[in-house]
């Protein structure tokens, strides 16, 4: 048995002094005092919160991108994940056209099984939808899928509007909930022409090509459509600009929609003047081609705010990590290329918890950090009560985390498989001192211990 002791334990009914026991994968006692036995393995939690572990539920790991390989694999992933406090993510296996969803999730299955350090789930990301489809989402729901993720952007991927009802019913009959990239595609592209055609070619080009009434349309029309579909459960993954917030209150001032909505750290502490970074290499600004790109100011204070007031339920990360040298780089003008050759996403599935707790430190406490990057994307996904909570039978997910740890984020010292990190430099008030996966140690003050006991969650 694992006993961790003399900790604040983040409770679901608030902060409690006392110890938790771990055996078997699940947690076996929650008390005021808990005395070892013989052979224990005890852990010292004086002056640490214990929390649940945290909970991903956006990351795309080990993908084809149509141009590149992501940097981090399964692997590589979920290992940084666990070392940032991290215990299960929900990565997007992709069913691209011609693949049948069943087939999609069997090969993410061979990308991730056994080789994960924390427990992974998946979405379904569905690119076409027509005949069989309905008994090809039947069949990944039994395989413990209950998340499903449709695009309004990119030709090869974004459905039209008809099709994403049908796809917005059949989630909705299933119990499940759709979530949703909403940026107007077919605005992208030309407006991607028409930067272009004015001979702005570097990464500062992407913003621009991408502006905040792009995203907010396409929310707003999600949420008619959705509304259409008899209120079916639907995510806005990524929320990145006030004027979506807009059109997400908007909707829910129509009436009881059922709205789920996610932004990203990458929205909460960075702005669009990063696209004007040159760096040593005079190519600095393409580490931040991501869709959505980075906003205003005005947005990311919108944004905050939107979390301290509840409106925004998760803060996951969008991990999509491509290396600047010899990925990111295939964009440089000088090569021929432009903003568009620039493979999109970026990292963060490491320093996300990190990142939250210190940039809202003051405003966001223990039991705020669980709500929203654990107890919520649990609930959202169909994995709570199991998982995002302490208690007695939960799953012995749990991490013991350092308020008082100072320490800078590098890509000199991070595991992210990636050569850079947007948040180089930041000083970052707590750490996740221990990280437990299914009740085995994968993780001590960032880095591992070499223990892989993540799991496939079924929901």
Known sequence: MIIIRNGTLVLPEGLVRGDIALEGGHIARIASCIAPAEGDEVHDAAGCWVMPGFIDGHTHLQCWTGMDWTADSFETGTRAAACGGTTTIVDYATADRGVTMPDALAEWHRRADGTCTANYAFHMAISEWGEGSLEQMDEVCSGGVRSFKTYLAYDHLRLDDAQTLEVLEAVRDRGGVLCVHCENGTL??????RVI?????????HPLSRPAAVEAEAISRLLYLAHLAGDAPVNVVHLST?????AIREAKARGRQNIHVETCPQYLVL????????????????KYVMSPPLRKPSDRRALRQAVLAGEIETIATDHCSFNLHGQKDRGRPEAGGDFTKIPNGGPGIEHRPAVIATTFEGELGPCDLVRLMSENPARVFSMWPRKGRLAEGADADVVVWDPAARWTISAATQQQAVDYTPYEGFEAHGRAHLVFVNGRLVARDGEPTGERPGAYVAR
Do not use: C, T
Request: no cysteine; proline share 3%; aromatic share 6%.
């Open 188 to 193: 992208v592209n030309e407006l991607q022409r």
């Open 197 to 205: 055609s004015q001979g702005i070619v570097g990464p500062e080009g």
């Open 271 to 286: 702005d669009d003047e990063r696209y004007l970074e040159e760096g040593d290499d005079g190519f600095a600004g393409a």
């Open 242 to 246: 006030e004027l979506g917030l807009r």
